[in-house]
């Protein structure tokens, strides 16, 4: 059964130095509020995995918590650059960062393959692109049965999956819905687990498309109200897509982001 | 007469104009999004809008600054999981047209978004990377490319294949097994290119109102072949220019 716990009591237990972490989130109910707690229990040496690596993963390499990326997409949504990701791509600041570059496809299939309990998974992908060449974990397969040549990548199996959801009750059945991504696959990979959600109510009552994360499935449950800005968490809060915005000037330059984290993450504490 | 109007905003009427009634395309953000809204709200309002994030038949009132913007999933037809977006719909082939924007083409209509420089351990450029685009690019029944024309975007090789078009050229799609038939058309601030179907080499086959032959060469990093009848786009209908700055107005609201 899950725990519920505080987030720095959750951040505590569940990421440890060294770890491959995942924080997903598509867009909607991305992990904020868990993602400024790593940084303020300063993890170090995390190999982070996310198809879509936004602001939350740009902070955390920009403050030297990650060693390595493993990802599909790496931008600032309608914005632009990851100007953090950027800068220790193309110059190693603050450290160098390892990358291990998928496509969507591929990434939302090892998430699956490692939620299924398989070692890998097959796709009609990547075919004529450069990215095997650069990418190990991207391998051709034969079908046994029709001998047509495939795609093969690896699960994953995360030491920890953390994401954002709306609610949970006091068992910790955890509830979600709108837009999902790959949240339920990777909790699923995933060693251990770290839900935030918005609120704990005594009963959840059914939501169109919602999904159901079992207590029995993750390991802790956090309350984070609002832990999802600027992302949003649908029926609760709305995208700040004016802070996406600002965060182009705020991280272009290194002195900037370092005092606006200072400022904004590592002086506050953490909501609950 | 037609009212003043910007390279920009002729580029993306034109690539509204690729979309029909019953489509069903896969959207990327930024000017495929654009403009795939901009066929919605005109000539094809049951265009059936598919957005990687999982919003299946998504119709916006306003644009998505995003891929997840809630507004997405609150007018979609069905919200799915990733896995299920390019395991289900796409892989199988059940989408018609595969809306793309790109960092770098080239002449045979590769796409580039992953870096600038020839060493990807040490680019010039880190770019976002592939997201959906090399299945969308291999899966969807036919691609469309909108994207700016200039000499630094339109390459004559792409420092990286992010996306295959026609590869080294004719017969590459079949050899590597590419369901799709690839790229038919790039929409640009110039023109419109398709590949050739001889060669499948990116040529000119019609430019906008205002620009020429040349201009459209002197933007491209290859001596770009032009069709013998070389078509001049219609410029927006006024209808076509109002409904497109009403939307770009609510972008990301």
Request: hydrophobic share 40%.
């Amino acid at each position: 059964m899950a725990e519920i716990v505080s987030l720095p009591e959750g951040i505590a237990a569940a990421v440890h130095d060294g770890d491959t972490l995942v924080m997903e989130g598509f867009t909607h109910l991305i992990p904020f509020a868990a993602g400024h707690e790593i940084i303020r229990q300063g993890r170090r040496d995390l190999t982070l995995v996310r198809m879509t690596p936004d602001l939350v993963y740009d902070q955390l390499i920009g403050m030297g918590c990650a060693s390595k990326l493993i990802f599909s997409w790496g931008g600032n949504p309608g914005v632009g650059s990851l100007h953090r990701f950027r800068d220790a791509v193309e110059n190693a600041w603050p450290l160098p960062l390892e990358l291990e570059e998928h496509s969507h496809a591929g990434m939302a299939n090892r998430y699956l393959a490692g939620a299924s309990g398989l070692p890998f998974a097959v796709l009609r992908g990547y075919v004529g692109t450069d990215l095997p060449a650069q990418t190990d974990t991207i391998r051709p397969i034969t079908c046994p049965f029709t001998g047509e040549v495939l795609t093969a990548v690896p699960a994953l199996s995360p030491d920890v999956t953390i994401i954002h959801a709306q609610r949970a009750d006091r068992k910790g059945n955890v509830q979600m819905w709108g837009i999902l991504g790959v949240q339920k696959e990777a909790v699923l990979a995933a060693k251990r687990s770290l839900i935030t959600v918005e609120e704990i109510v005594d009963s959840l009552d059914h939501k169109p498309q919602e999904v159901v994360l079992p207590s029995f499935a993750t390991t802790y449950v956090a309350v984070a109200p609002g832990g999802s800005h600027p992302s949003y968490a649908q029926g609760y809060s709305l995208r700040d897509n004016g802070f996406y915005t600002e965060w182009d000037a705020i991280s272009k330059d290194r002195d900037t982001f370092l005092r606006w984290m200072d400022e904004n993450v590592m002086r506050r504490a953490p909501a609950a | 007469m037609t009212a003043a109007y910007t390279a920009d905003e002729m580029m993306t009427v034109a690539a509204a104009r690729q979309l029909h009634n019953g489509t069903v395309c896969f959207v990327g953000i930024g000017l495929p999004s654009t403009a795939a809204n901009l066929a919605r709200f005109t000539r094809a309002p049951d265009v059936v809008l598919i957005y990687e994030s999982g919003t299946l038949g998504a119709k916006p009132d306003r644009l998505p600054l995003s891929i997840g913007d809630g507004i997405l999933a609150e007018t979609a037809d069905v919200v799915v999981s990733v896995p299920e977006v390019f395991n289900y719909w796409l892989q199988p082939g059940r989408i018609d047209v595969g809306f793309l924007s790109a960092a770098q083409i080239d002449r045979y209509a590769n796409i580039n978004t992953t870096v600038i420089g020839t060493d990807y351990r040490n680019p010039k450029v880190r770019l976002p990377g592939a997201g959906g685009a090399p299945e969308i690019a291999a899966s969807c029944r036919e691609v469309v490319v909108v994207l700016r024309q200039t000499p630094r975007t339109f390459v004559d090789r792409v420092d990286f294949i992010t996306s295959v078009g026609f590869g080294r050229g004719p017969g590459d799609r079949r050899r590597l097994g590419l369901s799709g038939s690839g790229p038919r058309v790039v929409i640009t601030d110039f023109g419109i290119l398709s590949p050739d179907p001889e060669t499948c080499e990116l040529t000119l086959v019609s430019v906008h109102p205002g620009s020429t032959a040349e201009d459209a060469r002197a933007a491209t990093g290859w001596p770009l072949g032009v069709s013998t009848d070389l078509a001049t786009t219609d410029p927006p209908t006024d209808e076509e220019l109002d409904v497109l700055r009403r939307l770009e107005a609510t972008k990301g609201a």
